[in-house]
């Protein structure tokens, strides 16, 4: 399975907006790249997901490099509750998610 | 709607005892996964049902760790004389993806915290 790689932690105001880089230089053509989301004592939530083209939805914006090699996930507006770890998962479309350790969002008042 | 329900929320057991997690799907997925996620580590695969049939048991670290899905709906991961390396968050997910649907977003429930003594 392809890797990717995310920094450890971010750190963000609220109402600002927030930019979480993933670089994933070995994806193949039939990646598929997905985000999910785990506050702390949950689960992970499925935030997005996008193969070539930039993705819109109501939680968030994936940007997709031209080349693939790198993704950014965007939430336009943080809020106190998006205080999670981000984890940018590559998927062949099988079934099993590979999570890396993510990215720890942190988000101040 | 219902998520995915899991029970107990937490569970401790003395080393050497058998412990079953249970884990709801959200009605009608046919989908049903089961992660395992150390402290401060992501999730990590461990068994993977389409319908009752379990087409994926990669990630299940030993022989001790069994998972089964009877009527293709309710699962249960049995953990067989347990240790304390056991101790970790099980988390089940599900998704709707069946015979070639690709992409299906998985949703998760919040996992058993088992603590092993």
């Known amino acids: 399975d392809a890797k990717t790689t995310q920094p450890n932690s971010m750190e963000s105001n609220e109402e600002e907006p927030v930019h979480l880089p993933c670089n994933h230089s070995?994806?193949?053509?039939?990646?598929?790249i997905h985000w999910y989301r785990q506050l702390p004592s949950q689960g992970p939530e499925y935030v997005i997901h996008?193969?070539?083209s930039n993705v819109n939805n109501r939680m968030a914006s994936l940007a997709i490099a031209e080349d693939r090699k790198s993704s950014t996930l965007i939430l336009h507006r943080a809020t106190l509750r998006d205080a999670a770890v981000y984890y940018c998962?590559?998927?062949?479309?099988?079934?099993?998610?590979?999570f890396g350790t993510g990215t720890r969002l942190q988000v101040f008042p | 709607g219902a998520g995915v329900s899991q029970s107990p929320r937490y569970k401790v057991a003395k080393r050497g005892q058998d412990v079953a997690l249970r884990c709801d799907p959200i009605s009608g997925h046919v989908s049903l996964f089961w992660y395992q996620q150390a402290l401060g580590q992501g999730p990590e695969f461990l068994t993977y049902f389409q319908n009752e049939a379990q087409l994926d048991k990669s990630g299940l670290p030993s022989d001790r760790f069994f998972a089964e899905r009877p009527e293709g709906s309710v699962s249960t991961l049995k953990i067989q004389r347990t240790q304390q390396e056991d101790s970790a968050v099980y988390l089940c997910a599900s998704s709707l993806r069946g015979w070639g649907q690709v992409n299906q977003p998985q949703h998760f429930g919040d996992g058993t915290r088992l603590s092993i003594l």
């Open positions: 070995t994806i193949s053509g039939t990646d598929y």
């Open positions: 996008g193969l070539t």
């Open positions: 998962i590559l998927s062949r479309g099988t079934d099993k998610l590979i």
